[in-house]
């Protein structure tokens, strides 16, 4: 099983909308086992997978189990959830680990608990370990997806944590070229601050037999850019953009980011702006790629619902490769 974190420090990157789609082409197409937990309190994922009607149950429903179900055993001091559920998204061939908004309340546990783990503490070491315990639950699955909100806080620290690698969805401007930066600092401290924890533990045979990592970072993808094709038919960048997605690679490079790519372009690929088919996606909770007249798809969409396929196929493709 793979565990890869989709995440970005700068929001509105079109993130939920990369990870929706590409999940749904690994099952689709692939016939790999998907599971994507959502793990941002804004829970866009779980809007975008399920009807109104289904996310109301999630709310009101106290017998259906979310992302903070999973996590409120060790808030009451009871250890891991020990059986976790999860809910298939019917047009995406997906299982899904439920958003919850109440997950940002878990945001002080986990933080108070690194202090403890980074000095040694065993039970700040269990909290911290929490999603490894998910993904150990989850180990059925070829790949665990992971919607993560924007912050470099201690939910997204667990996360990170836990994952084989992260892929960051990006936008073509000057802020993500500070993202990469961000992220870079942020994983050095943290990483550096768990492993003097295992290290100056007094009771290392208490540690719980779970998997953690320093993420691998397996490259971007280009969101939502303005592009034109160039006199051999392929799809360009403006110029702006351009120069602005070379700074990326060098950011990425000076910040250490670079080390596990051998060599790979940075860039896994490139979704353009497919104007009103994300939103004709999401009120039809259906891949961009699959949709029919049925959700009313139209004339020229028809060419671009093809022409979504094509560009979330080589994505895919790409990150397949990657993550091998």
């Known amino acids: 099983m793979k565990s890869v974190a989709f995440f970005n420090n700068k929001g509105g990157v079109g993130k939920t909308t990369l990870l929706c789609n590409v999940a749904a082409f690994i ?12 793990a941002d309190p804004q829970c866009n994922a779980t ?5 109104d009607e289904s996310v109301n149950s999630f709310y009101s429903n106290s017998g259906e189990f979310t992302v903070y179900k999973m996590l409120e055993p060790l808030s009451l001091g009871e250890g891991y959830s020990d059986q976790v559920m999860v809910r298939k998204a019917p047009r995406f061939e ?11 309340l878990t945001e002080d546990l986990l933080a108070n608990d690194w202090g403890s783990a980074k000095a ?4 700040g070491i269990r909290t911290s370990l929490a999603f490894s315990e998910l993904l150990k639950q989850l180990s059925r699955y070829d790949y665990v997806l992971f919607d993560v909100s924007p912050s470099l806080g201690a939910i997204n620290r667990s996360i990170m944590l836990s994952a084989d690698y992260f892929i960051s969805p990006v936008s073509l401007d000057i802020f993500s070229l500070k993202a990469f930066e961000n992220i870079a600092s942020w994983i050095e401290g943290w990483w550096r601050e768990w492993e003097n924890g295992l290290k100056t533990t007094r009771r290392p045979e208490l540690i719980p ?3 953690y990592s320093r993420p691998e970072f397996i490259g971007y993808v280009t969101q939502s850019y303005l592009a034109k094709r160039d006199k051999e038919g392929q799809r360009r960048a403006v110029q702006a953009y351009e120069n ?27 979704v353009p702006n497919l104007f009103s088919l994300v939103p004709m996606s999401q009120s039809s909770h259906a891949p961009i790629f699959s949709l029919t ?7 020229a969409h028809f060419a671009k619902v093809k022409e979504a396929r094509d560009i979330f196929g080589n994505v895919t493709a790409e990150f397949l490769e990657r993550t091998q």
Request: proline share 3%.
């Open 293 to 299: 007249a049925g959700d009313g798809v139209v004339g």
């Open 120 to 123: 040694g503490d065993v039970r």
């Open 209 to 211: 037999n779970l998997a």
């Open 94 to 104: 997906v299982d899904v680990l439920p958003g919850d908004p109440r997950l940002a």
């Open 244 to 270: 602005i997605r070379q700074k990326i690679d060098q950011v990425i490079i000076d910040n250490g980011l670079a080390t596990h790519l051998n060599g790979r372009a940075f860039e896994i690929g490139t």
């Open 27 to 38: 099952a689709k197409n692939y016939g790999k086992k998907v599971c994507v937990v959502d």
């Open 47 to 51: 809007q975008y997978f399920f009807d």
